[in-house]
C-alpha cells in the first residue's frame, strides 16, 4: 500500500502562483511514476503533470510553460509549482502513485482562482 498525503492548495488571483506537494509512504519502492490530475466540477478528471522514476516528465498542453513537476531526490514527495495562474485552472487537485499492480490517490486538495 501506498499513502498520499497533499498539501499546498488554496485560493489565488489570476497571474498568481502556488505550489503543490504530495508526500508518498509505505510501499514507496513499488512506485514508478507519479504525478498530478484534477477535477473540475462538472468536468472529468486530467492527467495534469507526470514524472517516471527516469524523471521522464509529460504535461497537459494547457499547463505547459506555466507549471512544473519535480520530486525530491528521494522521489517520496512530488511537487507541482504552479505560474500564471488563471480561472480556469480551478479545480481540485490529485496526487497520483503509480505502480504495476495498481495507482494509488491522495485525498485531493483544492485550488481556486479568482479573476
Known amino acids: 500500500q501506498v499513502q498520499l498525503v497533499e498539501s499546498g492548495g488554496g485560493l489565488v488571483q489570476a497571474g498568481g502562483s502556488l505550489r503543490l506537494s504530495c508526500a508518498a509512504s509505505g510501499s514507496i519502492l513499488r512506485i514508478t511514476a507519479m504525478g498530478w490530475h484534477r477535477q473540475a466540477p462538472g468536468k472529468q478528471r486530467e492527467l495534469v503533470a507526470v514524472i517516471t522514476n527516469g524523471d521522464r516528465i509529460n504535461y497537459v498542453d494547457s499547463v505547459k510553460g506555466r507549471f512544473t513537476i519535480s520530486r525530491n531526490n528521494a522521489k517520496t514527495t512530488v511537487y507541482l509549482q504552479m505560474n500564471s495562474l488563471k480561472p480556469e485552472d480551478t479545480a481540485v487537485y490529485y496526487c497520483?502513485?503509480?505502480?504495476?499492480?495498481?495507482?494509488?490517490w491522495g485525498q485531493g486538495t483544492q485550488v481556486t482562482v479568482s479573476s
Open positions: 497520483t502513485a503509480y505502480t504495476l499492480s495498481r495507482n494509488y
